[in-house]
């Protein structure tokens, strides 16, 4: 049965600071991996979505990494600013013909002024 | 603009009451999937439909059906709601494709008193 687990499940930091937020998932046969974020008490916003094929993928401030193998991604936040206080959830998907995203709970991400 | 929409955004009702929960899309997409999240927690699949074929997850509980009437339109019921069921629900679509990305409705928070 596939697991995602973040860590830590709460990150705060001091705004321009560079962080690393992380994922890892017990079963590598994944399809593709995604990262959310998720307002509260809104839904979820795709940031990145990377191929099982691919390495990484970058949108503005944001790079995400997928090393298949040991089970891991990461989503790198350059230079935070305040408006990027959320919680980032990465999801991923098990296997081509399957529709199902399995998620980890999400860090949530504080950026102070 | 909106491209996926959940009526209502708060749904209050009752313990054992039946409640209807609206999900509608704009993107034309093939595939239509219910998500509970409740508080903390990682969003966890229900059910989908491709197309018209129905998707149940193995441990959704039959408290929960769904029916999609036309592509746009997707509905999860509640028949018996108990406490237990109170959580943010949440609507999202895809293309059907492996490589795509799932869009996510605002969500409905559900509050059963």
């Known amino acids: 049965k596939q697991e995602v687990t973040q860590i830590p499940a709460a990150l705060s930091v001091p705004e321009g600071e560079n962080l690393v937020l992380n994922c890892s998932f017990t079963d590598s046969a994944i399809y593709n991996l995604q990262w959310f974020r998720q307002d509260p008490g809104k839904g979820l916003t795709s940031l990145l979505l990377i191929q099982s094929s691919q390495r990484e993928q970058t949108s503005g401030r944001l790079n995400a990494s997928l090393d298949k193998s040991s089970g891991r991604s990461t989503l790198y936040i350059a230079a935070s600013q305040p408006g990027d206080s959320a919680t980032y959830l990465c999801a991923v998907r098990k296997g081509s013909g399957s529709e199902k995203l399995v998620f980890g709970k999400g860090t949530k991400l504080t950026v102070n002024p | 603009d909106a491209m996926v929409i959940q009526n209502p955004r708060y749904q209050v009702t009752q313990f054992g009451k039946p409640v209807t929960l609206s999900c509608s899309q704009t993107?034309?997409?093939?595939?239509m999937y219910w998500y509970q999240q409740k508080s903390s927690q990682a969003p966890k699949l229900l059910f989908h439909?491709?197309?018209?074929?129905?998707?149940n997850e193995a441990d959704t509980p039959d408290n929960f059906q769904s029916r999609r009437p036309n592509t746009s339109f997707c509905f999860l019921d509640i028949r018996s709601p108990g406490l237990g069921d109170a959580a943010m629900y949440l609507c999202a679509t895809s293309k059907g494709q492996s490589t795509d990305t799932q869009y996510f409705g605002p969500g409905t928070r559900l509050t059963v008193l």
């Open positions: 993107l034309n997409h093939n595939v």
């Open positions: 439909y491709y197309d018209k074929d129905f998707n």
